[in-house]
């Protein structure tokens, strides 16, 4: 019988109280994040941060890698000095991601950036950020409220992986961001926007995807339960007999 996929899922490093317990040192994610995993048919595994040349070797144990949200990533990343507004506190993150996603790009693991992960994919690739929609949007439908997911629509490209997935015309999404892509990273292209131009979707070779929405927090499991399908189909490849002699 095959196993059902192992997701990687990367998590962050907090300070956290509980019980007895205060003010100590954890790496977690919002569960909603191994749920949406789970409900789609894979097993979740959870990435703590590590040094990152330990990435390939963790990727060579995983059949596809899921990038998390969370606060921005430094834009030294990307040659430019912080927004006033930048949400800059995830050093592990933004060290231990970036590796990630190197490692899984140059092994063609299928992976999903969501919001923040869609942003380090584009900065990975050599692209760059809007550090504060904001600022060059009229309208900021992008932030939702403290505490609290947004909603808005977001308009797949036909013809992408995205669109094939998503094909209708438009759609709502839970939403939470205040930064988006600005230069587009080399190999990426774009496959959704929001209706005020906001790029909301990236794909690259293979099943290379990031969207700028939270899809965990909603009902819709197409974009996991393709990468699930995804990685089951990479992992069936890779254990093909070999004919030998």
């Known amino acids: 019988m095959d196993r059902r996929p192992f997701v990687g899922v990367s998590t962050y490093l907090v300070d956290a ?5 205060r003010d100590r040192r954890v790496a977690l994610v919002p569960q909603r994040y191994t749920a949406y995993v789970q409900d789609a048919g894979g097993i979740a595994v959870l990435l703590p941060p590590d040094a990152p040349e330990r990435a390939p070797e963790v990727l060579a144990r995983l059949d596809a890698l899921v990038i998390a949200g969370g606060p921005d990533i430094d834009p030294a990343y990307y040659g430019q000095p912080p927004h006033p507004l930048s949400d800059i506190d995830a050093v592990e993150r ?3 991601e970036s590796a990630l996603l190197r490692a899984a790009l140059a092994a063609g693991i299928p992976l999903l950036g969501i919001c923040r992960g869609m942003q380090v994919l584009n900065v990975v690739c050599g692209g760059t950020l809007i550090q504060h929609l904001p600022d060059v949007v009229e309208v900021d439908v992008h932030g939702g409220s403290p505490g609290r997911y947004g909603t808005h629509l977001v308009r797949p490209v036909p013809g992408t992986l995205l669109g094939g997935l998503l094909p209708e015309p ?3 999404v839970p939403t939470f961001h205040h930064q988006a892509v600005d230069r587009l990273g080399t190999g990426l292209r774009v496959s ?11 794909e690259g ?3 290379t995807l990031g969207v700028q929405w939270h899809p965990e927090q909603g009902d819709d499991l197409r974009v996991m339960q393709a990468l699930v399908r995804a990685a089951t189909a990479a992992r069936s490849v890779q254990l ?3 004919e030998v002699g």
Request: a negative charge; proline letters at 11%; charged letters at 20%.
């Open 17 to 21: 109280s509980w019980s007895d317990w």
């Open 94 to 96: 933004d060290v231990w």
């Open 240 to 242: 093909e007999p070999v």
């Open 192 to 202: 959704a926007h929001a209706p005020d131009g906001t790029v909301e979707a990236v």
């Open 205 to 207: 070779p293979g099943f």
């Open 170 to 172: 438009e759609l709502t």
